[in-house]
């Protein structure tokens, strides 16, 4: 028994041993911080993005035509508002509402960049009105903000990249590299025929550039508990996106002789049986880059958990959402209160993490319901992206400019939940990722797609002065 005891004490210290090795040995993988010069900006940069709020280009549905006025004038206002820009770059439009700017560069051998926004934004409740400080497109600006709907996602990078092209334009700056202006206009329903189709486009022209960098990441301000840091999240990747239709069909009947399987109850059943059992956590790219760039800027506690996944991986996996999520979101059924339907359907939704695809989350709704339900796919579809480089020289690049804007924030590489348009650009670029350094707090998180959605002045100026420092990097 002894003998026992000791060798189970001599276990407890050799893990110990370890977890504590593990943990003072994890070095942090932040880059020294630099400078960037000063960027003097004129005075209109905020009444230019309100001007760009008040055009309602809005996405609905897949199904519905984009809003012609809206959009065209939305066109014609950024012709106007940034003249040399429309005079020096070439513009296409992709298929009549999508742009696509080229700021032709001066070495051909060099790889071009490209940089995208979106131009379309998501419906307002008509119910929230009341409840904003100020209507969603009147582009209001107050003693500190821009309010209006597309401030944060995604007009509010759009202007602000057209702003530092302008910008470098009176300058007279002449890239080296060619860089892209991709600005689709469906992103808010998926992207088919904006995003989707600038890369095809791209493609067939034979581009293949060295990086391309969309909305999806963010400054973090008092979201990451252990740090009171900025956190920057540069997203390497994303989730898939896939909604399954479940559908119950009986042959009815009255309410009061209820089948022993109602057509409801059924439904309600695989519903619960779905949430009941989730797919697992897992430790997968990105999200080991995650722990190994924010565990060293971390207190005791948290740096231990995350120099020891193998250990804590349960704990830190949730936190991070490091799993495929279902959600039931819609549910429709019954015409009357005292008929039993004879159909019932309800739509689940799945955001895929990598390594998983729509094709294992059916045959796992399959597994996890009744045979008599039927499943099927419904919607915009795609699976989860590629993982982009930490080791690449773009990915340094943009580390670097991050962390000479923000010195005492933090970079971290992660995966994004959403979808984005970037999701189309992997075939054509080298590296795609997601960042544009909007701040969140807890306070603004909300506000995307959200009531009082705004950015702030001082945060609008650090996108322009981003856009402009990375751009001159890349050259």
Not at 4 to 11: E, H, K, N, P, T
Not at 172 to 185: E, N
Not at 398 to 418: A, H, K, N, S
């Amino acid at each position: 028994m002894k003998k026992l005891l000791r060798i189970i004490g001599l276990a407890i210290l050799a893990l110990i041993a370890v977890v504590l090795v593990k943990t003072f040995t994890m070095s942090s993988k932040q880059v020294p911080a630099g400078s960037v010069e000063t960027v003097n900006l004129p005075n209109d940069i905020y009444e230019n993005l309100a001007g760009a709020i008040r055009y309602k280009t809005i996405s609905f549905n897949e199904e519905t035509e984009p809003d012609s006025t809206a959009f065209f004038g939305l066109h014609r206002y950024l012709e106007q508002t940034f003249p040399l820009t429309h005079s020096s770059l070439e513009l296409e439009k992709i298929n009549d509402y999508s742009l696509l700017y080229t700021w032709q560069g001066s070495d051909p051998s060099k790889k071009p960049i490209i940089l995208m926004s979106h131009q379309d934004v998501v419906p307002v409740d008509e119910p929230t009105l009341n409840d904003w400080e100020a209507g969603p497109f009147s582009g209001k600006i107050t003693a500190n903000d821009i309010i209006g709907r597309g401030t944060m996602d995604d007009k509010g990078t759009l202007v602000a990249v057209m702003e530092a092209v302008e910008l470098m334009l009176e300058q007279s700056f002449q890239p080296k590299r060619t860089i892209y202006l991709a600005f689709g206009h469906d992103e808010e329903v998926g992207g088919p025929n904006g995003a989707a189709a600038i890369a095809k486009h791209l493609k067939s022209k034979g581009v293949q550039a060295a990086m391309t960098l969309d909305e999806g990441g963010f400054v973090a301000e008092g979201l990451v508990p252990g740090t009171e840091n900025p956190v920057a999240m540069i997203n390497l990747a994303e989730k898939g996106f896939a909604s399954f239709k479940l559908i119950v069909e009986t042959n009815g009947g009255h309410s009061s002789a209820p089948p022993e399987e109602n057509t409801i109850g059924m439904l309600a059943q695989a519903i619960v049986d779905l949430e009941g059992n989730q797919r697992p956590y897992k430790l997968v790219k990105p999200i080991d880059y995650q722990l190994e760039y924010l565990g060293p800027e971390m207190p005791f506690m948290q740096r231990m958990a995350f120099a020891n996944p193998w250990l804590f991986k349960s704990l830190i996996l949730e936190a991070l959402n490091a799993h495929t999520t279902t959600a039931p979101t819609i549910v429709d059924g019954g015409v009357k209160n005292n008929v039993i339907p004879t159909v019932a359907e309800a739509t689940i939704n799945f955001r895929i993490l990598p390594g998983e695809t729509i094709a294992t989350v059916q045959k796992h709704i399959e597994q996890t319901v009744s045979d008599k339900i039927k499943v099927e796919p419904v919607g915009f579809l795609t699976n989860p992206s590629p993982v982009s480089s930490v080791d690449s020289e773009n990915f340094k690049i943009l580390e670097q400019t991050i962390r000479d804007m923000y010195p005492d924030g933090i970079v971290v590489p992660g995966l994004v939940g959403g979808g984005t348009d970037a999701r189309y650009f992997y075939e054509i670029s080298d590296d795609v990722y997601r960042f544009y350094p909007i701040k969140l707090a807890p306070d603004s998180m909300e506000r995307f797609h959200g009531i009082d959605e705004k950015i702030s002045k001082e945060n609008y100026k650090e996108i322009v002065e981003f856009a402009y420092h990375l751009i001159k990097r890349f050259n």
